[in-house]
């Protein structure tokens, strides 16, 4: 069984500020992970993946997460954030095994002032 | 490339009366899978569609269903409808699904009355 953590249900942070939105994984096998991203009306769109290979990915937009195998986290973070990234990110789990269906978090809301 | 989409994007319905939505893949996607989002639960993984097959099942009811057709376009059903079941159900395609990376549709807002 995997689960997902997102230890912040909102985000609050000012203009051109740095963010870091924070998940934790539980898995028994090796795992992908994925950041998704989804505004107000709209689908969720992939924001970066982790599949193998260097553990810190770069994504869309400037965000960017590291995977931390011993902390079991995979945290996301843009050094400046703008008013349009205001929206909902998702972390997801998927096991890399077999159980390939990615488990997804509550969310993380993220706002950003003026 | 054409993204998914989803028809219709909004949907009333009443108590009691059953829906079908349908879901449109990326071009040489095989895998469709369904979710349910709801502001108290969440993303909930419904199920996985697989060259016609279902191959994954989340913990739902068997009040919804779904299949897959040659074209890889797929349909969702519910029926006998509760106001719980008010939600956004979004579609997501993939390659293979094995990997899963998914691509996700609008979604549809059902409202049950």
């Known amino acids: 069984a995997q689960s997902v953590t997102q230890l912040d249900s909102q985000v609050p942070v000012f203009e051109e500020a740095p963010v870091e939105l924070r998940c934790n994984y539980s898995s028994s096998v090796s795992v992908y992970l994925f950041w998704y991203v989804q505004y107000p009306n709209q689908g969720l769109q992939l924001l970066l993946k982790?599949?193998?290979?260097?553990?810190l990915v770069k994504g869309i937009n400037g965000f960017e997460a590291e995977f931390n195998k011993s902390q079991t986290s995979f945290h996301l973070r843009k050094p400046s954030v703008h008013i349009s990234d205001t929206a909902e990110y998702f972390c997801a789990v998927s096991g890399s095994g077999g159980s390939y269906i990615p488990t997804f978090g509550r969310g993380t809301s993220l706002i950003v002032h003026p | 490339k054409a993204g998914v989409t989803q028809t219709p994007r909004y949907l009333i319905k009443t108590r009691g009366q059953q829906v079908t939505l349908s879901c449109s893949p990326i071009s040489g996607h095989r895998s469709v899978s369904w979710y349910q989002q709801t502001p108290g639960q969440g993303l909930q993984f419904l199920f996985e569609?697989?060259?016609?097959?279902?191959?994954n099942k989340g913990n739902f009811p068997g009040r919804f269903s779904g299949r897959q057709f040659s074209n890889s376009r797929s349909e969702m059903n519910v029926s006998t409808l509760e106001l719980g079941d008010s939600a956004l159900y979004l579609c997501?395609?993939?390659?293979?699904?094995?990997?899963?990376?998914?691509?996700f549709g609008p979604g549809t807002r059902l409202t049950v009355t």
């Open positions: 982790y599949l193998s290979g260097s553990t």
């Open positions: 569609y697989f060259s016609e097959t279902q191959r």
């Open positions: 997501a395609s993939s390659l293979t699904g094995g990997d899963g990376e998914q691509y």
